[in-house]
């Protein structure tokens, strides 16, 4: 029987990772007019960093994570019952602020007085949730995290940044909607959550059995709850915004002023938590508005000016966000936007017949080393079905190459676009082809 790939998982065919490679581009070019650099942590992290830092409680880290054991740790437990230390307890990352973090706490990245750390990211998470459309269990995320300023001005422009992104891809503004909220700080929403666990109490008989759970350990989750009767009663329960304290209000409302400034639209959800326990102050998530289903956010995060401490650091603000890479191919697809074509090809080298392929070969090879894409036939096939492939592969110019052209020399170079054609030299190829760029 053939093998599969694992349930949850998909490969990135040639066109799509060549899209996977131009978004990654498109990225650092966005990001990097906002001061932000890359960094590359390990896929694997030890269990306990997403304990502490994404929160026990959350499906995240309770019921989605991919934990590995070496093979040795491994056979201990399992033939000898000893169970590993906690530094060999690893876990696949189901997300990449908790690693980014660490790294930042880890190689003193913000030292008291600097400039913030505004870091970059792109590569697979991992979270074992039950696969559907737009839900798999590894997936690609950009994200970028900015450490060491709690100004409103970093949540502003990150948000920005990001909507400005989604433009660059081609996802029509049009068909996105941007959440936002503010979940408050440890002084004012320990309050709050109470308020929550009382109001979900009094409505008990209408809730789900998750939902009650949840409200002994965090309340809040039960605003991302599904399930319509529990959806009926959390759209009447106390909102964070009437509760916030006087620091937080100012802070939400300095986010609001600057993203209207720079015009950007944005609709406040005050049954937006996410998913995450690491987040305080702004948190806000882009939604799709049509064809993608349940699963159509397509990015999202927030501030968590606690998760350094969390993780062992020096009190150190924090903001970031993440987006999705597979939903927004399919936010193309339900827009009806043609994935941007990745693959270039300057030149196909078209044979007459067989006797001149090893001038063709020749030019081909003269024409990438020059820097240009180029491609030839290798199969034989007539000049008619040589031209189509010439035309599937996108070819901006064709070169046939026939007896005639051989002994005098020379190439008919064939525009595609406007199917001008000349007779071109055969050793002029290159500069006709740098020409045509300019
Ligand atoms: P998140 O909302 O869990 O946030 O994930 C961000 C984005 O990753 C989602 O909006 C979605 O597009 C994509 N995504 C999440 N899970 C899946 C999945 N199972 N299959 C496909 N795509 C998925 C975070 O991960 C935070 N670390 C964001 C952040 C950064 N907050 C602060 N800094």
Known sequence: MAINAPEGTRDLLPDEALFWSRFKQMAAEVFGCYGYLPIETPLIEQTELFVRGIGEATDVVSKEMFTALSGENLRRWVEEGQPPKAKSRLSLRPEGTAGTVRAVVQHDLVPQGAAPAKLMYAGPMFRAERPQKGRQRQFNQVGVECLGA???????????????????????????????????????????RDLVRAYMDEHADDLCETCLTRAELN??????????????????????????????????????????GAGIGYEEDQALVRGLDYYTRTVFEVQVTDGMGSQNAIGGGGRYDKLAEEVGGRPTPGLGFALGFERCVLALEAAGVEMPRAQRCDLFVACVDDAVRPRAFALVQQCRDAGYACEMDHQHRSLKSQFKLADKLGAARVAVLGPDELARGQVTLRDMGTHAEALVGLDEVTAELGQALL
Do not use: Q, W
């Open 150 to 192: 709690e100004e409103p001005t970093i949540d502003a422009e990150a948000i920005i940044m990001l909507m400005r992104f989604y433009e660059k891809v081609g996802i029509p503004t049009r068909s996105m909607r941007l959440l936002l909220n503010s979940m408050g700080c440890e002084r004012c929403r320990p309050a709050y």
């Open 219 to 260: 309340p809040l989750r039960a605003f991302d709850c599904k399930s319509p009767g529990c959806a009926t009663v959390m759209a009447d329960a106390p909102k964070i915004t009437d509760y916030l304290c006087d620091e937080c209000r100012e802070h939400y409302t300095a986010v609001k002023a600057l993203l209207d």
